[in-house]
């Protein structure tokens, strides 16, 4: 049987969170990377919105939310037990209200917003992430699991906007989890440079060897 099909963008925590899912269950894809300025026809057609992540199974119709691409492919294989380390409300929040101050804190200009009041918005969802990590190890037990793929691409995303700033924050489990998980193989197994895809091209097997 075919792979699936994942457009993705290297750069979006969307499409960082599912390549993590998908990598860790071991579930080979076929990768198109996406030029979000020349959007593929493919893409378009699989799913109208144009955004990415996109994963189409084959014989199936496409998943075009990262959550459910994550919960897709650990549904078929968990090998870590990522699924039992869930955590919706948590998440729901990290893609709602976080992520809303996030974009007004790093696009101030595209957004017409108050960057540093929305830097201090955020500083209640990131107390909570410090404050479980430091009774855990991780968000939800001493393990990774989904909850925390599913959010530090987008922690990882706030602190790049003023490094020097988000280490003087009085958040050091948090820095240390983050950086822990930025530094793991997992994570640098998902994030290997592919130019964009374009219809013809040579098939890129997406199949992380993690170490």
């Not at 380390?85 to 948590?90: F, V």
């Amino acid at each position: 049987m075919a792979d699936p099909v994942l457009y993705s963008f290297r750069r979006c925590p969307y499409a960082m969170r599912a390549r993590l899912a998908l990598a860790i269950s071991g579930t080979a894809c076929e990768l198109r990377e996406v030029k979000l300025s020349n959007k593929p026809d493919a893409l378009l057609a699989a799913s109208p919105k144009g955004a990415v992540p996109v994963l189409v199974p084959p014989g199936a119709g496409p998943i075009d939310e990262s959550i459910d691409i994550m919960r897709w492919s650990l549904s078929r294989r968990d090998p870590e037990g990522w699924l039992e380390r869930d955590d919706h409300e948590l998440i729901a929040a990290n893609d709602g209200g976080f992520k809303h101050d996030l974009d007004r804190y790093k696009y101030p200009d595209r957004h017409g917003s108050d960057s540093l009041a929305h830097r201090e918005s955020a500083l209640g969802f990131l107390g909570e992430l410090d404050a479980r990590i430091a009774a855990n190890g991780q968000i939800c037990g001493a393990q990774r699991g989904l909850a925390d793929a599913a959010i530090f691409p987008f922690v990882r995303q706030f602190a790049a906007v003023d490094r020097d700033w988000f280490a003087g924050l009085p958040m050091p489990h948090l820095r240390t989890w983050l950086s822990g998980h930025l530094e793991s193989p997992l994570f640098k197994a998902i994030m290997v440079r592919h130019q964009p895809w374009t219809e013809g091209d040579e098939p890129i097997r997406f199949a992380p060897a993690i170490a």
